[in-house]
């Protein structure tokens, strides 16, 4: 079967989640998790819709994200509707805030917070949000992600404050893997939980003012500088107390 849609008709797809594979005649569907959880009964459906319109083959991403190989051109809309009958959510692609990378601290021996909740509320703000370039948060339980904190655009770790005797956040910002390999140092300043939406809302709109056509956040702050950055942020976050 030859491809039938445009390029740009393909561009517009990517940006929703269904993205056209190397077999030009095929679509990768990407489905969100509920931050890292899906139900008994999405992956049932998962499961047929891979059957049904796929090879019969699901696909695990880094980004907690399951995705459905080799649907045909012609099955794209059938697979729209059957996501939306079984309430799953097709997305995480596009010049957006990806989906949110959550570890499992709310079950973890080692979690100082509850990852679960504190990610389901950044995704509820912040998923799909508009950006210049691709922006990935990850949420973490303990020191154990640090690594893991380093190589996202915006991360967070807890750190308890002995002297206070209350939890601290490092904030780490423009971290990235891939070719261009950043690793983000936390930023100087501690955050509280309450302050971690806000802080990201200000990031956010600096990078949206500060970043050239699809720069990512991590090319912003080598151009601009770490300290400049976090300063400019900081500046933003407390305009607003
Ligand atoms: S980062 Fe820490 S809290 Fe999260 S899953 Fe790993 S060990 Fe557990």
């Known amino acids: 079967m030859g491809n039938k849609l445009t390029s740009e008709e393909k561009a517009n797809l990517k940006k929703i989640g269904i993205i056209n594979q190397k ?32 090879n019969g083959e699901i696909s695990l991403t880094s980004r907690l994200t ?52 504190l990610s389901k509320e950044i995704e509820d703000e912040f998923l799909g949000r508009e950006v210049p370039s691709k922006f990935k948060i990850g949420i973490f339980g303990c020191m154990n992600s640090y690594g893991k904190a380093q190589s996202n655009d915006f991360a967070v770790i807890p750190k308890f404050n002995i002297a206070m005797n209350e939890m601290d956040f490092l ?47 991590a090319e912003v702050i080598e151009r601009l500088g770490e300290n400049k950055v976090e300063d400019e942020i900081i500046k933003k976050f407390k305009a607003e107390i």
């Open 171 to 217: 904030v780490f910002l423009g971290g990235r893997a891939g070719r261009k390999a950043r690793k983000a140092n936390p930023m100087k300043k501690k955050f509280k939980e309450d302050d971690l939406i806000r802080l990201l809302d200000k990031t956010i709109e600096f990078f949206n003012e500060n970043a050239t056509k699809k720069e990512r956040f």
């Open 23 to 54: 077999q030009e005649e095929y679509y990768t569907v990407r489905f969100l998790s509920d931050v890292g959880y899906f139900k008994a009964e999405q992956i049932e459906a998962l499961a047929k819709i891979a059957r049904d319109f796929g």
């Open 66 to 117: 399951i995705e459905i190989p080799f649907i045909k051109e012609e099955n794209i809309n059938k697979v729209i509707d059957r996501a939306k009958e079984e309430k799953l959510r097709i997305g995480g692609a596009g010049n957006t805030v990806r989906a949110i990378v959550s570890c499992k601290g709310t079950v973890c021996k080692h979690g100082m917070i509850d990852t679960r909740k």
